[in-house]
Structure formats: C-alpha cells, structure tokens
C-alpha cells in the first residue's frame, strides 16, 4: 500500500489522454500467463495451464478490437492480464508509450482512471448491499474526490446518459432486471471519462432484444466519448457489428488477425473457418446440409487441455484441412508463425497452408 | 382435416404461480399440436413461459406453488393432465424424455454414466433382461457417438467435458425410445462447434427414429436449423405461430418483426441494430389486453382488448389487431427503399 495522494501520483504518472488523431492507443506485445497447477501433498507445482501464450495486438483510439473464441482459449485472460486485474502476466501492454506490466501499484493506481472494463454477469458485478448511486458514485469520489451534491449530480447525469432514469438512484439492484444492470456496470465503467474499456461478453447474458440495446448504446457512447474497446466474446454476430478489426484465439494464441470484412468473408484459418460454419444462421433456407458446413475432425468431443496442448499447429488433432492435406508431417511438428497474407499486411494467419481454403478442400 | 391426429396436444394450458407479489400468470392459455417425426420449436424470451410449458407437458412444476388452471394437455390422444404419479412415472422417461439446458447439473455426480442411462433402461424397458442392459447402454452411447463407449461406462460425469455430457443426457432420454423428446435449451451451455455437433446429432436421430421433438429455446439460429413449425411466445402467450420457412419469410407481430431487427447477423452487416424498448413485464403485472404494447410502436387504441390469436392462411396464426396495417406499412416502406 502507499501513503501517496491520489492528487500526487496523479501528477507523476498519468501520461496525457489521447487526442482523437492518436494512432495507436494500446499496443500488447507478447502476453504471456500462465497458471500454475498444483497438486500433491506438498502442493507442488505440477503443471502449467498456458492460458495466454504469446498474444500481440494493438487498438487505435476509438476503435473496437474483437477477441473471439471458444471456452478455455484464454480470452478473457487477456483481457483482465492487460488491466492487471491478474497479476504475474509477462510481455509488454503499452497504453500511450506507458508499460501497464511495469507500473508500481501506486503508480498504476491514477491510470485506473483510464482502463475500465464491463464484465459479463451482471449479477454478480454489482454489490447486492450498495444502491446505484453508490455503485456508480464509488470511483468518482475515489478517483475525482467529488461529494455530495457534486457527486449526486454527475452520477444522475451518467444514469441518464446509459439510457435510466435518475429517480431510481436509491435503489438496489435486486430490483432490476438484466439488461438494466448491465446499463448500470457500463455507467460505472464510463465514469471516470475512461479512454479504454474491456468489455469480457458484455451481452452473453441477455435476451435477444436486450442484447441489441446494450450493442447500441455501447456504440453510442464510442462515438460521443471516443472510447477505445476491447470486445471479448464467443458471439461472432456481434463482435462483426460492433468491431473494426477481429482476433481469433485458439488454445492461449490468436490464430487469426484481420480487418472484420476481411476476415469474416475471406477467413483462411482452418479453426475460423469452422467457427464461422458453426453458426446456426437465422434462416431455414440456409441450413446446415445447405450452407457449406466445415466441420472439426472430432474424435473425442472437446478442445484438447490447455495443459497439453497438443505439439506443432495446437489445432492440428481437429483441423479438416490437416486431414484433406494427408495428414502433413509439419502441422505435427512445427507450430506456424502468426504472417501477413501475400498482398494484404493487415490479414494475419497461423496456418501452414494459408492459401488453401478450408471451404474448397473439404467441399 | 385428414391429418392424423398430433403426437401431442396442448390446448388452452394455464399454469399459474401464487407468489408473494400475486398470481403469476406464467402460462396463460397455450395451445399447439405436433405430429410425430416433426419438430416444433418454441421460443421466445427469458420470462415468456416457454420452460413452464414444457415443464408442465411432464408435470414437472413444483406444485404448490404452481397449479394448472385450466387446460387438457392431450399424448396420443389421451389427456394426461392428472394421471395417477405411478403412470405419469412410465410416461416420464419413457414415452416422453427430456433433456435440459445444463448437463452438468442434470447428471448425477456419484453415479457412473453406466449406471445412470442403465437405470432408465431398467425402469421403462422391463423386456431387456438385467445382464443385457449393459449392452443396451452401449448401443445408446454409440448412437450419440460417444468416443469409446466402453471405457465412458464407468466414467462419472465430472471426468466429460460440457459437450460430452449432454450427448449422455440425450442417451439417456433415447435409450427408451421416446416417440417425443423435449428439448429445453439443449446448446444453451456448450460452444458453437459443439452446439452445431449436437443440432446434427438431434436431425439424425430424429430422421433415424420418427420422433417428434419440442424445442424450447431463445436462439433464433437454432429455430431455423431445426424447426419444421415454430411457437412464438410472450408474456405467457403464444402470439404468433407458423411453419418456419412461412415465419422467417413472412414474421407478422411486431414482437417477432422485433426478434428478428434486434439480430446482429454473421451472414449480413448492418450499420445499428433496432430495439424493443423496455423489458418484459413480471408475471405478476402483465398489462391488460395485448401484453406487448406498452413496447409496441404500432400499437392502437384496439390494443386495450386482448387480441386472438387469428388464422391468416397457409397455419399461420398471429394474435396482433393491427397486423394487416403493420404489413402493409412496412410492403410501403421497404418498395420506397
């Protein structure tokens, strides 16, 4: 713990907020995390689960980056690593040329301010004995020190603005429903005027038509605030709607990076590909005998550990194009580099056989 | 009609709860019939009565504080609303099975898998001799294609991943050969490559066996893979119902219209999604008359009476008064696009 003032650790390290033209706002270089696992009678550390293994991205001022995959890829690690919300994560996030991995807690403390997340229950991200005003009130007088009528005013202006009315201020959340809660996390997570916010499946747990209010008024409030986002989900369609450009995680590394058209018309990875197909499309025109299907070489039923990922390529054991190709021996033994497609930078792959379509070879 | 008559009946269902707040009105008057070897999808959102529905076809509502109003709830013809608990017991399981949303806590955890789809074979297969259920057991697991059956047998349900575990629930509810399976949910919990893994395991089994399956669920991806006629319910109320090429086509009640707006789609781009505003009413408070429209824009003054549900041709129905404006308003405004 420190004895500093929030007032002086302010002055020391908060780097300047960024103006809209800021190119890069944060730059991850090479996550790792790793999680030990224990076991014995001495607790000892038998293992590793690599649940982020090597990830690199970068996110432009008011954009969205979408992180996708399946339970158990590492996704949300990544994104609470980066927020330092688990500790002991390796490589480099520079938020505006500043090292999150780096900072004292202290000097991370006053850049708090500017990395917010929104988390996927919004049941159990709300204190059941606190009122929404003090929900939404608490960083503000933590972090600005306003009080009183101060803090009343500006807290029922932020429930306005996520689309509540403010004579609901002294209740608990117990008397709302999910997608009102879920209005309540985002007033809290955009208090501070943040400039990056996670969002960890900020839409899993709501209706259909709910879902769409909450996808809106995200967008709403990047555009009026300029917001930065990182969008982690296993819901395609709305990282699509919502993203600039899309990664793909497979077991701990992103296995596909690229610009969200680019990618969902032209996927080149074997595993995104057969994500994509997976997808029960609402139409019954196109269903899964009718569209082109992809589908896993699955003989046991589930994604290999993350303890023992599988050697060369991880998805090798379930990829259709390793089993059309005949089972080629570098997929086994060497795991492919993360490279740009010939002709297009932005569009990155970690495939062997990046120019053989999935879709062709397995029609 | 010359149809035969369906599988299964539902007609004019009303389960209410008493609760501390009033009776809730969770199921307030549902009908639909399916016919064996189809599947009949019911969906709709959190709240809507789609689980109690099903819930109530097996008489699986905790009563008190659940009670049926009114309604016949007729199986091959018979109403099975008040059977005596030793006959609903062959029926549960037997000719009706049902697999639910989360496998993980449907399962027994201090049993074997063996022994768990075993039991449901001894109690409603009273032909298969004891020293052949083992066998039987396999068989069942190798039709949901469970990898290496006889080492699964004496598994527990801890030692599967979430996606294995509901194929040994669907096991289990086929290895009575059920002539109806209710399916509350059944991809809800697991991955895409997963769910799209079981929703082809249900068509084959489906085609293999002539069963008839109800679908209860909220994704409207999976209503199209699988239905052959859809239930659209709200608030305790079917509004609309059609075959599914006719509702996906043609959707008519501006709740459905809604559903289907408020969808970001992996096959097409939109610049902003539309909305329902507000949230479902509690089953307490429904509003009077139509229960949609203190978030309906079209709605009228006609929309204080409750509407019917009304037949408009081709087995769709729709329970909105206005719903011949609203289709003629938006043939105007999408021509004008």
Not at chain 1, 238 to 244: A, D, E, M, P
Not at chain 1, 254 to 276: G, K, M
Not at chain 2, 29 to 52: D, Q
Request: proline content about 8%; charged content about 20%.
């Amino acid at each position: 713990m420190t004895t500093a003032t929030p007032a002086a650790a302010k002055s020391a390290a908060v780097p300047p907020r960024p103006t809209p033209s800021a190119d890069v706002l944060l730059k991850v270089t090479n996550l790792v995390k790793h999680f030990p696992v224990r076991g014995g009678i001495f607790r000892t550390v038998k293992d590793w689960v690599k649940a982020v293994d090597g990830v690199s991205f970068q996110i432009d001022a008011s954009q969205t980056m979408g992180l996708v995959g399946e339970s158990g890829c590492g996704k949300t690690t990544v994104g609470r690593s980066l927020l330092r919300l688990i500790p002991g994560a390796t490589g480099e996030v520079l938020y505006n040329g500043v090292d999150l991995l780096g900072l004292s807690r202290a000097q991370l403390r006053p850049l708090r301010e500017h990395l917010q997340i929104i988390f996927q229950d919004p049941y159990g991200s709300l204190n059941p004995r606190m009122t929404i005003a003090q929900i939404v009130g608490e960083p503000l007088s933590l972090h600005q020190g306003l009080r009183g009528k101060a803090l009343r005013a500006e807290v029922s202006q932020l429930i306005e603005t996520v689309g509540l009315k403010s004579h609901v201020l002294d209740r608990y959340p117990h008397e709302f429903s999910g997608g009102q809660r879920q209005r309540i996390g985002i007033a809290r997570a955009v208090a501070l005027k943040p400039s990056f916010i996670v969002c960890d499946e900020p839409t899993s747990a709501l209706d259909v038509s709910i879902r769409a209010q909450i996808v809106n008024l995200l967008q709403d409030l990047q555009q009026s605030r300029g917001l930065s986002y990182l969008m982690i989900s296993h819901d395609l369609g709305v990282v699509r709607h919502i993203s600039q450009n899309v990664a793909v995680m497979y077991l701990g590394k992103i296995v596909e990076q690229a610009p969200t058209e680019d990618l969902y018309q032209n996927a080149r990875h074997p595993y995104t590909a057969v994500l994509l197909s997976a997808i029960p499309v609402p139409n019954p025109n196109l269903r899964a005998n009718a569209r082109q299907r992809v589908r896993t070489q699955d003989t046991e039923d589930s994604v290999p550990s993350p303890i023992h990922v599988p050697s060369g390529c991880a998805f090798h054991p379930r990829c259709p194009l390793y089993a059309a190709k005949g089972k080629p021996e570098q997929c086994r033994a060497s795991m492919p580099e993360l490279l740009p497609l010939a002709g297009n930078p932005q569009h990155v792959v970690r495939c062997h056989f990046p120019d053989d379509s999935v879709f062709s070879v397995t029609k | 009609m010359a149809e035969p008559p369906p599988l299964l009946a539902v007609d004019n269902l009303r389960t209410y709860f008493n609760t501390e707040f009033g009776v809730a009105r969770a199921v307030d008057g549902v009908s639909f019939s399916i016919s064996a070897g189809k599947t009949l999808a019911v969906v709709g959102e959190s709240g809507c009565g789609k689980t109690v529905t099903a819930l109530s076809i097996l008489q699986l509502v905790p009563m008190p504080p659940g009670r049926f109003e009114s309604g016949e709830i007729r199986f091959q013809g018979k109403n099975i609303l008040g059977l005596s608990p030793s006959e609903l017991r062959k029926l549960r399981g037997g000719d009706i099975a049902m697999i639910f949303q989360e496998p993980a806590t449907s399962l027994n955890p201090v049993f074997t898998i063996g022994f768990q789809v075993g039991e449901a074979i001894l109690l409603h297969r009273p032909e298969v001799p004891r020293n052949k259920v083992r066998d039987e057991v396999l068989k069942a697991l190798r039709s949901v294609h469970v990898s290496d059956p006889e080492r699964r047998l004496d598994q527990y349900p801890h030692e599967m991943s979430g996606g294995m575990k509901q194929r040994i629930m669907i096991a289990m509810a086929l290895a009575c050969k059920p002539q109806l399976l209710i399916a509350d949910e059944p991809t809800t919990a697991v991955d895409v490559t997963i769910q799209a893994r079981i929703l082809d395991l249900l068509r084959d089994i489906q085609a293999e066996h002539h069963m008839a399956i109800l679908l209860i669920t909220h994704d409207l991806g999976v209503v199209a893979e699988l239905a052959d006629d859809v239930v659209v319910m709200y608030a305790g109320k079917v509004i609309e119902q059609a075959p599914v090429h006719e509702l996906f086509n043609n959707p008519r009640h501006p709740y459905t219209l809604g559903l289907f707006a408020s969808l970001p789609r992996v096959d097409e781009t939109k610049t902003r999604l539309e909305t329902i505003e507000g949230s479902v009413p509690p089953a307490t408070h429904f509003p009077e008359g139509c229960r949609f429209r203190e978030r309906c824009k079209w709605a009228g003054p006609d929309c204080v009476k409750e509407p019917p549900l009304l037949q408009i041709g081709g087995g769709h129905a729709v329970a909105c008064w206005y719903h011949e404006t609203i289709a003629s308003q938006r043939a105007v405004s999408s021509g004008a696009k």
